[in-house]
């Protein structure tokens, strides 16, 4: 069981690599070229507030700080002191090599998320990437993403209270 779980991981870790590599040669290393404007937008955020109209959006050191906090959690720092306990030397270096590689693939779908973005009728915003795949792949992709998610966030969700079960259960 565990032997083919790890082999589909690997399997898919190998793919989304790829895609990352291609997608880096293809935005011209959008992850290099982009630092100076990073750090002119991180500057801007520290600056006077300019005042906006629209009340349904976010500034944009908000959206880069909720998107930071919902990508840094406990497995960013657990996860790779268990792989390279786990898997040695090679997993530092497959680590190195995605956290080079993998912002391009992030890059790419913020930006297909921007891009295919609707405004609704109450003048809030529907994206992400549901929306992506339902107007520029196909509906059915779409449905199976949601699903997939849905999948996960119910056995995420029961990893984390089984883990908090556990804890309360211990003796003192």
Request: contains cysteine; charged residues 10%.
């Given at each position: 069981?565990?032997?083919?779980?790890?082999?589909?991981?690997?399997?898919?870790?190998?793919?989304?690599?790829?895609?990352?590599?291609?997608?880096?040669?293809?935005?011209?290393?959008?992850?290099?070229?982009?630092?100076?404007?990073?750090?002119?937008?991180?500057?801007?955020?520290?600056?006077?507030?300019?005042?906006?109209?629209?009340?349904?959006?976010?500034?944009?050191?908000?959206?880069?700080?909720?998107?930071?906090?919902?990508?840094?959690?406990?497995?960013?720092?657990?996860?790779?002191?268990?792989?390279?306990?786990?898997?040695?030397?090679?997993?530092?270096?497959?680590?190195?090599?995605?956290?080079?590689?993998?912002?391009?693939?992030?890059?790419?779908?913020?930006?297909?998320?921007?891009?295919?973005?609707?405004?609704?009728?109450?003048?809030?915003?529907?994206?992400?990437?549901?929306?992506?795949?339902?107007?520029?792949?196909?509906?059915?992709?779409?449905?199976?993403?949601?699903?997939?998610?849905?999948?996960?966030?119910?056995?995420?969700?029961?990893a984390q209270a089984n883990?908090?079960?556990?804890?309360?259960?211990?003796?003192?």
């Amino acid at each position: 069981m565990f032997v083919l779980l790890d082999k589909i991981l690997f399997f898919a870790a190998a793919i989304i690599l790829l895609a990352s590599i291609v997608l880096s040669f293809k935005t011209r290393f959008v992850q290099i070229r982009m630092i100076p404007e990073l750090i002119r937008q991180l500057i801007a955020c520290v600056g006077p507030k300019k005042s906006s109209d629209d009340t349904h959006t976010i500034e944009a050191h908000k959206a880069l700080f909720t998107a930071m906090s919902t990508t840094l959690g406990l497995s960013t720092i657990v996860g790779p002191v268990v792989a390279m306990f786990l898997g040695g030397p090679g997993a530092l270096l497959g680590f190195l090599v995605t956290t080079f590689f993998a912002p391009a693939a992030n890059y790419v779908e913020v930006t297909l998320a921007l891009y295919y973005r609707k405004r609704l009728p109450d003048g809030s915003i529907m994206g992400g990437p549901m929306q992506y795949l339902k107007a520029g792949i196909s509906e059915w992709l779409a449905k199976w993403y949601a699903f997939v998610c849905l999948l996960m966030m119910v056995a995420w969700s029961s990893a984390q209270a089984n883990q908090l079960a556990s804890v309360l259960n211990m003796p003192m």
